[in-house]
């Protein structure tokens, strides 16, 4: 197969910055190459150095003076919510009633799940993401739908089909044993088929009666290398409701913990309400707490306490997500943008490089990930984005300006969005230009 030459700004995160001067957090190539072959990295460095290791018939592509990064990691989000978003409701259950679990009706149908999937992954690559963690329906068909597509444009995706039982309307139940046996199928059917990765996926505690709660611990101990994702401590409302449903509980994530659902694959959308004991639990597991900041704040629901979840003596480990469509946007770019406002309203700070770390690295290690994404370190798939921190005339403006990278990150995060990405490689093809 060709090799392909990348050449422009190189940026790689090696582990999370502790303040804006760590630059031993990070690898900065000013002038630099990626050469890649069948999907993955296989060199990295000074372009010089690179390019001489290029064959003959290598692509070449220069992006300077762009920077290119590893492709941004969503870790949270609903894919058959992309005509929920920009509904207008006062909170999270009225949203959920109202919009979303009508809409995810819809998806029952075969040709509604696959439409609606092929403007799901568009809308990804346009933003420069490049892996996700998604939500599909109750309905077996919208996961085929979403996988079939990931498998289609050879993307390394994660998702699950929805397991609910109660309080939803009728065309959205299952029931513990068709939970259980769909969720088999769809493992037998598309995990690890191209970069498919399912995820066992009970909505949340408020939509699982005890029974599916049960079979979701069976699968948990039949596939114990995947993927768990629900949804945590969210809303007040919610908390309470779900906490009388499961009167026993000590708390809302004692609830998962008695059904084994708590460990360092699972993760936990939201996690804005953890008591100490919660927080404790879910540090000692490795559970990963998501922060979803436009959702949270669209929602009304609270202020996710990002720094100070990461400094206690027991930290819990942290992924950030659009929550489309609870969340406002597709882009990590404004969802970071949101997540700073947030900590800013919290009295804390969060760096620019806290914040691409997060997108990239952080994200891939909350996924256990890190070995195949979220660097541009050799062997790594091929996952990039390009980026313009000069895409539009106000930022073109502001860079005249702009002096570090820092700087130029941040002005990225805070006024960027899709026309920011350049291009979006998917195993070292271009995919956003192709759109």
């Known amino acids: ?24 957090s990070y690898l900065y190539e000013s002038d630099g190459g990626l050469l890649i072959k069948d999907g993955l990295i296989v060199a990295r460095g000074a372009y010089d150095k690179v390019s001489a290791k290029a064959p003959a018939d290598v692509v070449a592509v220069d992006h300077r003076p762009h920077l290119i990064m590893p ?21 999270l259950l009225e949203w959920l009633n109202t919009y979303t679990f009508p809409e995810e009706c819809r998806f029952v149908e075969s040709a509604h799940a696959a439409r609606i999937a092929t403007h799901f ?68 059917e598309w995990h690890g088929k191209g970069r498919c990765h399912v995820a066992i996926t009970p909505r949340f505690a408020i939509t699982s009666t005890p029974a599916q709660m049960e079979a979701t611990q069976a699968l948990a101990r039949e596939f114990p290398d995947l993927h768990i994702q629900t949804h945590l401590s ?54 990963v707490a998501v922060h979803c900041p436009t959702s949270n704040l669209f929602l009304g629901s609270g202020l996710f306490p990002l720094k100070a979840l990461a400094r206690r003596d027991k930290s819990v480990r942290i992924g950030v997500a659009t929550d489309i469509g609870g969340g406002s946007s597709y882009s990590m770019l404004r969802t970071m943008d949101e997540a700073y406002k ?50 539009t005339p106000a930022m073109a403006l502001k860079m005249e300006v702009v002096k570090t990278l820092p700087e130029e990150l941040f002005l990225l995060q805070t006024m960027g969005d899709d026309r920011a990405i350049v291009e979006t490689y998917v195993a070292g093809v271009a995919a956003k230009s192709t759109i």
């Open 234 to 287: 969210e809303n007040h409302d919610e908390i309470k409701f779900t906490c009388e449903l499961y009167p026993e509980a000590i708390d809302y994530t004692d609830i998962y913990a008695r059904y084994g659902l708590l460990g360092d694959r699972t993760l936990f959308g939201h996690c804005i309400h953890l008591s100490d004991r919660e927080a404790d639990a879910m540090s000692e597991t490795g559970s």
């Open 1 to 24: 197969m060709t090799h392909t030459l990348l050449r422009g700004r190189l940026l790689t995160f090696l582990r999370a910055p502790q303040e804006l001067g760590d630059t031993g």
């Open 71 to 91: 492709g941004f990691i969503d870790t949270h989000l609903h894919f058959p919510q992309m005509q929920v978003i920009a509904s207008y409701a006062a909170n």
């Open 121 to 188: 992954y568009d809308e990804l690559v346009r933003h420069g993401t490049t892996t996700a963690v998604a939500y599909c329906s109750v309905h077996k068909t919208s996961a085929d739908a979403f996988f079939a597509e990931a498998l289609r444009r050879n993307m390394r995706m994660v998702g699950g089909k929805v397991m609910m039982d109660r309080n939803a309307p009728q065309g959205l139940l299952d029931t513990p044993q068709m939970g259980y046996d769909e969720t088999r199928q769809i493992i037998a």
């Open 342 to 391: 947030i900590q800013q309203l919290l009295g804390e700070r969060l760096n620019p490089l806290e914040s691409y770390y997060h997108m990239t690295l952080g994200n891939a290690q909350s996924l256990s990930l890190a070995d195949r994404i979220g660097t541009l370190d050799v062997g790594s798939d091929a996952d990039i984005v390009v980026l313009n921190a000069a895409a």
